[in-house]
Every structure is written in structure tokens, then in C-alpha cells.
């Protein structure tokens, strides 16, 4: 009886409950577009330094942000130094300048490219030609609407498509070394170096050593992974979650709670009959609260579809400069967070629903 009840009388005002789904949808929408975006940063960060080849990572001793690190302040000549110790197969040197968060420009050699990943698969186009060719991942064509041959504007001045190859090679934007080199006037000095190593075994043997020879920050990919998703979470990212998710309970509680007692209101006749027909203050609480939950429920499985429709648009839209996962981990907690802002909200309506006086009520016009 208590389900039927429900349903009629959501079913009786379909425009109210159905903008009270959707307003409880919205923030729910936010924390799980959030939330992806958040992981999704960190995967692909993740995802372009494993498409390296590369073990180990050398660093400047200042460097800071692992997303946006700028300067180059290691010699090239070092190159040749880890390239003669023990265990390492391959090196890469790396000049990084960024143009927008989490953008970055990568001068690169693409012969050490090549042997770090073991040669480099174009879907168009092919190698540098010229001073100033560039070559982007599909991601970045995509989001630019660029193809083989077309001008590219990069930090101020343009440069030639050369070549399009697949996602997560180390960066979307990759220009000549030296080119990169002399516009940063750091001639013949990198930001980082990557090493690939005969056997991925041997990694912390060789990281210790170097640890131990160099002044330089070594560290093996493990621990980048680990200093990325720190850093993505650094930058205020989590604390901006948190503030969504608090503004996400206060608007589910005014939702509710507003809607629930405006169908207080209007249902007093309503409320007066069931008490005069024996209906208890815990049954009267029951109806309104299970209304609320249920309004809590849509409006939680309303937020996730739309937030399917946040990554669409983001991968439709802007597909290399932000990345969004679907995470599923969040959906339990997105739910239990809504459902506790719509008790909070139907408590006061449904409280004062019990406490009517049935003769009142009959009476009420």
C-alpha cells in the first residue's frame, strides 16, 4: 500500500518531481565529471610516460611540477655518460615547454625515440623534414581539426604537420630537439633524459647507482606515476571535489526538502484522511521519506547518464587537452551522498506531515 501510495502521488505531480530529479542530477553530474576528468589526467599522464620505452626518468635536482616542468638544465653531453652504464639499452633526451595546462611542446631526436619504443608508427605523414615541422597524435588533430600538411600555431609562430601518429607517445606535441632547443635558448641542455634498460628487473639496481654518481633526480616510472597523480591532486583538484560535493548536498537537501514541503501542503486533506483511517505518525514520515528517496534515487541515475554525456562532449570536443574516465567507484558514493541529503530534506516536511491534527486537516481548504 505504502508503494502505491508513493507512486500516485509522484505520478500526480509529474512537473515537480520530474525538476526535482533534474536539480538533484546537476551537482551529481558535476562530482562524477569531476571525479573523471581528475582520473582521467592522471591515466592519460600516465599512459604518455609509459609510451616512452622508458624505465627510468632523470630530472633536474630543481625541477618541479612533473605535469609542466619548463627549463632544461641537464647537459646533453650527459647523454653520452648513461648511455655507458650498465644495463641501459637506450637513451632519450627531452626538452619540454608548456603552453597550457597540461599541454606541453616535446623536442625530441627521433632516432632515440624510435629505439626507445621501438620505431614509431605514423597513421599519417611521416618524420620531421624541416626545421619547423611538428608532429601531433590523433588526439591533438583531432581537437586542432589538423591533417598532414596543414599550419599548425604552437608558442607563437607556426609549423608544419609533418606526420600524425597514435595516442600516448609520449606527448601530443612533438617538435625537433635543436629547433626547440634554440627557441628556449638552451642550446645543447635538456629538461629530462629517459633510459630503457635490457631487462625492467634491473631497475632499482641502476637507479641506486645513478642515484649514487649523478646530482640529478632519478627516478624509475613507478615512482613518476605515483609523482603524477600526486600532482594532479596538488593543484586543488581534490579540494575543488570536495567543495562540489559539499554544494551537491545542500542543493539536494533545499530540492528536497522544498519539495517535499510544498506536497506537504497540498496534500493536508490527504495527510487528515490516512491519520482518521488509522495511519500512524511512522507511516505518514514513511510516505514522505520513501518519496524522497526515490526522487534521490532518478536523480542519481539522471546525473550518471549525463555524466556519459560529459565525456562525449569533452572527447568530442577537446580531446587531447582533457581526458574524463567513467568511474564507476563513485557511483555507490554519489548515491549514498544523495540519499543522505534528500533524507535530511524530507525530515522537517515529513515531520510536520506526522504531527497534523486530523480534524485540522479534514478541515483544511
Known sequence: MTGKLVFENLKHRPMRSLLSVLLIAVPVTLILTLVG?????????????RGSGADIIVRASNAKSVLTQSGAAIPEAAIGFFAKQPHVKAVMGVVTHPIELPMTVNGVDLDQLARMVGG???LAGGPFRGEYDVIIDRYYADQKKKQVGDTLEVMGRPWHVSGIVEGGVLAHILVPLKTLQDLDASSNRLSQIYLKLDDPANTETVKNELKRLTPYTILSMEELSSMIQQSVNSQGLSAFVVVIMAIGVVIGFAVVCLSMYMSVLQRTREIGILKSLGGSRGFILQIILAEAW??????TALGILLSFGSRWAIQTFQPASFQMDIVLGWWPRVLALTLAAATLGALYPGLSAAAHDPIEALAYE
Open 120 to 122: 614509431i608508427q605514423y
Open 294 to 299: 526515490i526522487m534521490g534515487v532518478g536523480g
Open 37 to 49: 576528468l581528475s582520473s582521467g589526467m592522471i591515466q592519460d599522464a600516465q599512459r604518455r610516460a
